[in-house]
């Protein structure tokens, strides 16, 4: 089964920016959705991002113009780029397929002064 492995959080102040990276343990070219998502503590893992096949893009709204999302078959990775990070953002990311996958640990993100 494949597994994912985020990485790229840290602490940033609000404005800032971070690029979250998730390496899969197998081929991602033939996977056509490839999605990154958030959690807040005691909830539920929210949709952020979603890229396909081809590259076609889509974003939860509360991220829209602020996020991107990219992919490199090549290396088996997915990445999230962030800019102008809010207090709000401050959650674990975490990437997976379509159909879901074992998730994997997951990056933390804090942002705060």
């Known amino acids: 089964q494949m597994q994912f492995a985020e990485s790229g959080g840290g602490l940033v102040q609000p404005g800032g920016s971070l690029r979250l990276s998730c390496t899969a343990s197998g081929n991602i070219s033939s996977i056509y959705f490839l999605e990154w998502y958030r959690q807040y503590p005691g909830e539920q893992r929210e949709f952020v991002a979603r890229?396909?096949?081809?590259?076609?893009?889509d974003y939860a709204d509360s991220v829209k113009g602020r996020f991107a999302i990219s992919r490199d078959s090549a290396k088996n990775t997915v990445y999230l780029q962030m800019n102008s990070l809010k207090p709000e953002d401050t959650a674990l990311y975490s990437c997976?397929?379509?159909?879901?996958?074992?998730w994997g640990q997951g990056t933390q993100v804090t942002v705060s002064s």
């Open positions: 890229i396909t096949y081809d590259g076609t893009t």
């Open positions: 997976n397929k379509r159909p879901l996958g074992a």
